[in-house]
């Protein structure tokens, strides 16, 4: 198959279009269950997305993932659709800390040291304790009914495995874990966290560009590959 130049600008504006459409289609709802903690985790979230396989199947229930809330003063409504976006902030421009990302990524993935994922009288208070570490190292945010810190494994936990100063410094998408951004048209609803099993959110745009630049690439060759025009001198 031979592609013009034409041909070429019409395909990459075909990806970006199709990208685009498919940024505007996610869509997530998110639920209590037994194991959610007063307002905050764990709740569930059905997402357009498939991201339940990069999951251990004790942090999935009925087919959608467990997650956590991220910020204290903004709020959603249970059962509603709301729009997303991955980022690496909330919704405040709190920037997702390394220490949040590494309790999620271990709860994610089963291997969080102290969560008891069988037994749901117990998991009920490690989501507690969870979620107020998560709270804490996302900008020392607190919530009125929420265990203390100064009892809390999961924050010592990310303390005593980081430093206290990397656990609560930026991420930078080590674990694969990014914030699902909440959206009702424009207005911000609770965001959440995703273990998305990506290095960061860019690898898309990404590869999106290295795609986008591989067709002018592929332009160009075509450009230098078409013969030299030939003059035709008239013989009197």
Do not use: H
Request: a negative charge; proline letters at 4%.
């Amino acid at each position: 198959m031979t592609f013009s130049k034409t041909n070429i600008i019409g395909i990459a504006a075909g990806v970006l279009m199709a990208s685009a459409s498919l940024a505007e289609a996610n869509s997530i709802v998110l639920t209590q269950n037994p194991y959610s903690y007063g307002v905050g985790g764990e709740f569930s979230a059905a997402t357009s997305d498939d991201f339940v396989a990069n999951y251990f199947p004790m942090a999935t229930l009925g087919g959608e993932f467990e997650t956590f809330c991220v910020e204290t003063t903004v709020t959603f409504g249970l059962g509603d659709t709301y729009s997303y976006t991955l980022s690496d902030q909330d919704s405040q421009g709190r920037v997702l800390s390394e220490g949040a990302a590494f309790l999620y990524y271990e709860f994610a993935t089963g291997q969080l040291t102290g969560y008891d994922y069988a037994d749901p009288s117990a998991r009920l208070a490690d989501a507690g304790e969870l979620q107020a570490a998560i709270w804490a190292l996302q900008g020392n945010q607190s919530y009125s009914g929420y265990p203390s810190l100064a009892t809390d494994p999961f924050y010592y936990l990310a303390t005593n495995t980081l430093g206290t100063l990397d656990a609560s410094s930026a991420d930078n998408g080590q674990y694969g874990v990014e914030v699902l951004q909440l959206w009702d048209g424009s207005i911000p609803a609770q965001n959440q966290l995703v273990y998305t099993a990506i290095p960061d959110s860019a690898s898309t745009s990404g590869m999106l560009a290295l795609a986008c630049a591989g067709l002018v690439f592929l332009a160009r060759r075509l450009d230098q590959q078409k013969p030299a025009p030939v003059f035709l001198t008239r013989r009197n």
